[in-house]
Nanobody
Framework: QVYLEESGGGLVQAGDSLRLSCAASGHTFSSYVMGWFRQAPGKEREFVAAISRSGDIKYYEDSVKGRFTISRDNAKNTVYVSMSSLKPEDTAVYFC??????????????????????WGQGTQVTVSS
């Protein structure tokens, strides 16, 4: 069992930057691949980014490539997503998730909600135009 808590959300203007953090407790953090997802009102929860256990494999949803960077610090049991050039369409509740799939399972597996076993409660990001 691992417990996840997101932080760092808020209200920003278009073009601004924000860094979200997700602190993990419980089972060994480095045992999990980690992902970030987001859910806008009235929409499905969608994949944003994911990172392997050691941090050497990363995947991004196309709309955030070049703007978002996922990273992790296993010594601090924390995964981050740094977001820049934010757009109003990035407005959503952002969730982090932990999964036990193989590091080498590929982008499709990393992007599926079903690949993750544990989820945080989410943090709201609102980008005004």
């Amino acid at each position: 069992q691992v417990y996840l808590e997101e932080s760092g959300g808020g209200l920003v203007q278009a073009g601004d930057s924000l860094r979200l953090s997700c602190a993990a407790s419980g089972h060994t953090f480095s045992s999990y691949v980690m992902g970030w997802f987001r859910q806008a009102p009235g929409k499905e929860r969608e994949f944003v980014a994911a990172i392997s256990r050691s941090g050497d494999i990363k995947y991004y949803e196309d709309s955030v490539k070049g703007r978002f960077t996922i990273s992790r610090d296993n010594a601090k049991n924390t995964v981050y997503v740094s977001m820049s050039s934010l757009k109003p369409e990035d407005t959503a509740v952002y969730f982090c998730a932990a999964g036990t799939v193989s590091d080498y399972s590929g982008s499709y597996t990393y992007s599926r909600r079903e690949s993750y076993d544990y989820w945080g409660q989410g943090t709201q990001v609102t980008v005004s135009s």
